[in-house]
């Protein structure tokens, strides 16, 4: 069944797998939240350990989708972009680039005068640290859904191109129901996601694409303290206030929804494209 609906209407196919798989973990979580409220009591509705639990719930996620890959879909883990050559290399590379990409959106937004510097204000550094790893399982997960699941399922029988556009355009619409969502946080969205893209695709895997993803959302909330996909993330080591024109701001959105994430992700999928192009010409003429 699920190998001829793959074949027949691959789209819908890795649409609803993804769908299924979210379902799945989120009623997992519901239902491992019960020993977690019985153990932590009131904390649970604190926000900062409910966006905690939020963030660990990505690993019943990813475990959905590792299942309807690897045992239903005829993938490996090298077919999926988990390759074994270079992990801790590529990951690292991949944490440096969300780190400087989300910098140079907040400094760019700085400049215009959509942010301000309110103060070092580290705090619960354990906690903070309990983010970071969370943030690590959560980034993988999106990507593991969508540039490796979706986007190298797709380009089975489809174009490349194609396939990067489709994933990226579904990867901006699993945000849409997120706090102070407009037209401009969907367009960079969607332009995260091309950049996310072209990063597996020039390095063949999901290892810097994963790690650029998790970097670029906990230097967000949890080392500059702004808003993560219109979110609250809790302990920051920073503290940044955006204010002014909701365009520069980002508006309820957070950084995410202003035009410095805008020139910085268009840049990042401009010099990812760039480098791809010039190594398969490069290639092209060796041959």
């Known amino acids: 069944m699920f190998k001829k609906m793959r074949d027949e209407m691959d789209i819908a196919y890795y649409c609803l797998m993804i769908g299924i798989a979210m379902l799945v973990g989120g009623l997992l979580q519901v239902v ?17 350990i409910s966006m905690l639990l939020s963030l660990y719930s990505t690993i019943l996620n990813s475990l959905v989708i590792f299942y309807i890959a690897l045992k239903k879909d005829g993938f490996t883990l090298e077919s999926l972009g988990l390759t074994k050559k270079n992990v801790l290399k590529r990951y690292l590379l991949g944490l440096l680039i969300g780190f400087v990409t989300l910098s140079l959106s907040l400094l760019i937004t700085y400049v215009l005068g959509g942010a301000k510097y309110v103060g070092f204000v580290l705090d619960r550094p354990i906690l903070l640290l309990l983010f970071f790893i969370g943030f690590l399982f959560q980034g993988f997960e999106e990507e593991l859904m969508c540039r490796g699941f979706m986007m190298r399922g797709l380009s089975r029988k489809r174009a490349l191109f194609f396939s990067i556009w489709f994933n990226s355009f579904y990867f901006a619409l699993l945000h849409i129901g997120n706090p102070g969502i407009t037209l401009l946080p969907m367009i960079n969205l969607f332009l995260a996601g091309l950049a996310f893209s ?9 290892w810097v694409a994963s790690g650029a993803h998790s ?10 303290g702004i808003l993560v996909s219109g979110m609250s993330m809790g302990p920051t080591v920073l503290q940044f206030e955006l204010s002014g024109n909701s365009i ?40």
């Open 248 to 287: 520069i701001s980002g508006g309820f959105f957070g950084l995410e929804g202003g035009i410095g994430v805008f020139i910085v992700e268009l840049a990042t999928v401009a010099i990812f494209y760039y480098l791809y192009k010039k190594r398969m010409n490069k290639n092209s003429v060796s041959v």
């Open 32 to 48: 491992l939240s019960i020993p977690a409220v019985l153990i932590l009591g009131d904390l649970v509705l604190d926000s900062s």
């Open 198 to 206: 072209w990063m597996a695709v020039y390095f063949d895997d999901l």
């Open 215 to 224: 970097m670029w959302n906990f230097a967000q909330g949890n080392i500059y």
